[in-house]
């Protein structure tokens, strides 16, 4: 075996334990064997790192747990609300090992679109972005509320927020998007789509092209009419919630 083959041997060996960790978050040993086939036994000294699977049984335990692991209920049952009923996903954005595997789920996901570069907003954007831009293997740019010390133009987009009827401006140093990108949009959470339209409008102004937009969390449906839903590019959303009265 050449050293390439050999390394991607043990890189496809350490996925297949880090997703089987991942999923031991909300499913059972039990669970967990039904799902693959292997003994509960094998499954915990997977797990606490006592050895590794094959290769051959790594790439089988990844297509199994593929196709029976349901990351939309792993994020619901890591979102916490307040008494408000405010939005906590603090242990979504820090969860590495999650937030790898949406990555990848977003790179499939987008199987056949050229992406050369990710934007987000700071803050709460930016740990997915990472993770995406990282799976794709491209750049990733993020705007922020306000002007960066050192950077002298900016692309400026001003905007609304409705539900506290204040103007946000965002900036993003000229240049950082070029014509010839295919730039993928993403946001950890989104509710009234004011702030994805302006990620929208700073492409756009730069002459780039839109390869998507992609919402770990969104809160209803009518964001995507504020975005364009009529666009040529996909929307998507990988967990939505109701809309609070």
């Given at each position: 075996?050449?050293s390439?083959s050999?390394?991607d041997s043990i890189?496809?060996q ?13 499913y059972s040993?039990?669970?967990l064997?039904?799902?693959?086939g ?5 499954l ?7 050895i ?10 990844l297509?199994k747990?593929?196709?029976?692991y349901?990351v939309?209920?792993?994020i619901?049952?890591?979102?916490g609300f307040d008494?408000?009923?405010?939005l906590?996903n ?8 999650l ?5 990848n ?5 987008l ?10 907003v ?7 972005a990472?993770?995406?831009a990282d ?9 922020k509320k306000?002007?960066?010390?050192g950077?002298?133009?900016f692309i400026?987009e001003t905007?609304?927020?409705?539900r506290?009827?204040?103007?946000v ?5 000229k240049g950082?998007?070029e014509?010839?990108d295919s730039?993928?949009?993403t946001?950890?959470?989104v509710?009234?789509?004011?702030q ?7 492409v756009k ?9 992609f919402?770990l969390i969104?809160?209803g449906?009518?964001w ?6 009529s666009?040529?590019?996909a929307?998507?959303s ?6 609070q009265?």
């Open positions: 075996m050449s390439e050999r390394y890189k496809l350490i996925r297949s334990v880090e997703f089987l960790r991942l999923a031991k978050e909300v040993y039990q669970e064997m039904k799902l693959t292997i003994p509960i036994t094998v915990n000294r997977y797990v606490k790192g006592h590794l699977p094959s290769p051959e049984r790594a790439a089988s335990i297509s747990l593929e196709k029976g349901d939309a209920r792993h619901k049952e890591k979102l008494k408000g009923g405010f906590d603090t242990k979504i954005v820090g969860d590495t090992l937030l790898r595997f949406i990555a789920h977003v790179v499939q996901m199987a056949g679109r050229r992406v050369s570069k990710v934007l987000t700071a803050v709460d954007g930016i740990p997915l990472v993770h995406i799976a794709f293997g491209v750049p990733f740019m993020y705007a306000d002007k960066e010390i950077v002298t133009s400026e905007y609304t927020v409705s506290a009827g204040i103007q401006s965002l900036y993003l140093p950082s998007i014509k010839r730039v993928l949009i946001d950890d959470v509710r009234s789509g004011e994805l339209k302006a990620l929208v409008n700073m102004k730069s002459g780039a092209e839109i390869a998507g937009i919402v969104a809160v449906e009518r995507k009419k504020e975005v364009d839903e666009s040529e590019y929307i998507h990988l967990v939505t919630l109701p809309e009265e």
